[in-house]
């Protein structure tokens, strides 16, 4: 009965909800000045309080309500009422008090003992903003229990972002916190809000009381976070984490809005700053062109080439889809001094090439268009081979006859030792680049600096992009697996997005001519782990051997042609280390350019003819190393 009428409050129009607490301050004020009075004189009728009580009575309610309406105090929502509104309260009833005195002195009217004025400023603002208070927190719990089940939850991270988690799920009203959790000695036995701060190590002995485990520290080092996931997945309880600092500051999410923790905030490493110095030069104010730019690496770099402010950025892209969700994103963010410029078209048309080059005055060109998926160009090598190492040739060409100061391919490490015909593709795509460099830096001694730098930038898996494994086992979980490995041993490096094409940008200002690059990946992951650990974060279980009722299963189903178990960035060179800690310049072998060209063009015209017999042997020799296996015609 009882929740039922506090029920009935909450239901009341706005106008109503102003006119009881402007009820309540009625009643509070007169008995804040009647208990001045008694407080200081210890007698609830002294002669001093029906000498000077009685016209304070009149007045404080005269002034106080008033003042209390003109200056805001009943606009604000109540259930959202914090220390700000508290300091707020004390300002206007000090204001009161000060009415009081001016008025009681201004008409000679007798007065209270000095100190009374305190005692009734802090009763004044002790009642209105204990009342306050406590209908905040009636509110909310009003609006807890309006939900059939709170999932309980303890938050791991006692700081200021597990504070403010707490602040926030309080007021939504759907979560009951249990504890804290942190690793600090010095914050346990200690509390938040009441709710105790207590060591991790507690989990397995409340493990009943929770539903969810949070993780509330956004700034936390990747290694810290695979650490405590691991810790947690161990109890077999479902772990969220708030919002990265970043997607917090900028106001792209709110501290409150909880996700899955993500395979791709476990694997890799912490970003690395860039060096400054090697970000940016000879981007600002210079024209740009990014082939692929509707890809996974190409549209990364065409976002962070555009906060240095090229002059223009050119998007060559043959997907007219891609194409247009590029422009698009890179419309919302563009600055006023930049223009952008799509190009509908693919890189190995040299008249196109040509004319954008020579057209545009281009003076920078990244190359990350290709075809990239293994089993599609083993399906299609000659497809492949046009694509790849034809665009190739053609941006080198257009490059050295129009004058562009600088070629930037980028490569993978699938090109190093080959056993596929993409990794082929690509090697004889850097072959391509260091023959160009070779014969430019051969035709320009005596001639002072090359008119254009080529470099070549080699990486390996980039998480999230077209054709990853992340995202493929994510649908496969999603639809209730099985996940499919092609091998339980395979091993992959993986980089973000973000982090490859920063490195690329970098790499490009090391360029001397001809420079294989080398990113330093990080350490290796195995895939059957990364697939584990991925059904683990869905809140599901593994079906093994050891769990034939599990949830998902792995099947391995042998490795496609021209797959290999591990990559490696390195042929034959040794690495040599660079300005960035994170890059290295390696100095291959490189083919004559007197030999290459002629091959290069029997290549061509056997790929012109579609002539596959003759195509793939021409590559075998041109690339040795290639591993050359059973390949479609």
């Not at 008025?103 to 009217?109: A, I, K, N, P």
Request: with cysteine; aromatic share 6%; hydrophobic share 50%.
């Amino acid at each position: 009965m009882k929740l039922f009428s506090l029920r009935q409050v909450i239901r009341l129009s706005p106008l109503a909800r102003r006119l009881l607490l402007i009820a309540i301050d009625a009643l509070l004020v007169p008995l804040s000045v009647w208990l001045s009075f008694w407080l200081r004189l210890a007698h609830p009728l002294h002669p001093s309080f029906q000498a000077a009580g009685l016209w304070m009575l009149s007045a404080v309610l005269l002034f106080g309500l008033p003042l209390y309406a003109l200056t805001g105090q009943y606009q604000g929502l109540t259930r959202y009422v914090g220390s700000r509104a508290f300091y707020q309260l004390a300002g206007r009833n000090a204001l009161l008090v000060f009415l009081l005195v001016a008025t009681g002195v201004l008409l000679r009217l007798p007065m209270p003992p000095r100190s009374s004025w305190i005692l009734l400023w802090l009763l004044l603002t002790g009642f209105t903003g204990l009342v306050r208070f406590a209908l905040r927190d009636l509110l909310l719990s009003l609006r807890s229990v309006s939900h059939k089940q709170m999932v309980r939850v303890a938050i791991y991270g006692a700081g200021e972002a597990g504070a403010q988690l707490a602040a926030a799920l309080r007021l939504a009203g759907n979560h009951q916190i249990i504890t804290f959790l942190d690793d600090a000695p010095t914050l346990w036995r200690r509390t938040i809000n009441g709710i105790p701060i207590q060591p991790p190590q507690v989990l397995s002995q409340i493990l009943d009381q929770l539903d969810q485990v949070l993780l509330a520290i956004p700034s936390m080092p990747r290694v810290e976070r695979r650490r405590i996931v691991a810790e947690l997945q161990r109890q077999a309880i479902p772990v969220l984490q708030i919002p990265s600092v970043d997607d917090i500051t900028a106001g792209r999410a709110r501290i409150d809005s909880l996700r899955p923790v993500a395979i791709e905030d476990l694997l890799g490493r912490d970003p690395v700053p860039p060096v400054r110095e090697l970000l940016g030069p000879g981007l600002r104010d210079a024209v740009v062109c990014v082939t692929g730019a509707g890809g996974s690496i190409g549209s990364e770099l065409c976002r962070q080439i555009l906060q240095l402010y090229p002059k223009v950025l050119i998007l060559l892209e043959i997907s007219e889809p891609s194409l247009y969700a590029v422009e698009e994103e890179l419309r919302q963010q563009l600055p006023a001094s930049v223009t952008l410029l799509p190009v509908l078209g693919s890189a190995t048309d040299p008249a196109l090439v040509q004319w954008l080059f020579a057209g545009h005055g281009v003076q920078t060109v990244f190359h990350a268009a290709a075809y990239k998926h293994v089993p599609l160009v083993e399906a299609n090598p000659l497809a492949g081979l046009a694509n790849n190492v034809g665009s190739t040739r053609v941006l080198c060409q257009a490059a050295i006859s129009v004058g562009v100061s600088e070629v930037v391919l980028i490569s993978t490490d699938k090109a190093v030792r080959p056993t596929n015909v993409m990794g082929a593709s690509k090697r004889l795509a850097e072959l391509v680049v260091q023959a160009t460099a070779q014969e430019l830096s051969q035709s320009a001694k005596g001639a002072g600096q090359l008119r254009t730098r080529f470099a070549m930038v080699r990486f390996g898996n980039v998480l999230g992009s077209s054709g990853s494994v992340v995202p493929l086992f994510r649908r496969q979980i999603a639809a209730g697996g099985p996940i499919t490995l092609t091998h339980p041993e395979i091993i992959r490096y993986f980089m973000t997005i973000p982090e490859a094409a920063e490195l690329v940008l970098q790499a490009a200002t090391l360029a001397k001519g001809g420079d294989v690059f080398l990113l330093d990946m990080g350490e290796p992951v195995r895939i059957k782990a990364l697939a584990e650990q991925m059904i683990r974060l869905s809140g599901l279980s593994l079906r093994d051997a050891q769990n034939p009722c599990g949830d998902i299963e792995i099947a391995c189903t042998g490795l496609r042609p021209g797959e290999k178990l591990y990559e490696e960035l390195l042929i034959d060179a040794e690495s040599e280390a660079t300005q960035h800690p994170l890059i290295f310049r390696a100095q291959e072998r490189v083919f004559p350019p007197e030999v290459l060209w002629p091959l290069l063009d029997a290549l061509n015209a056997a790929i012109e003819v579609h002539d596959a017999e003759a195509a793939l042997p021409l590559l075998a020799e041109l690339v040795p190393e290639w591993e050359r296996g059973e390949v479609s015609n």
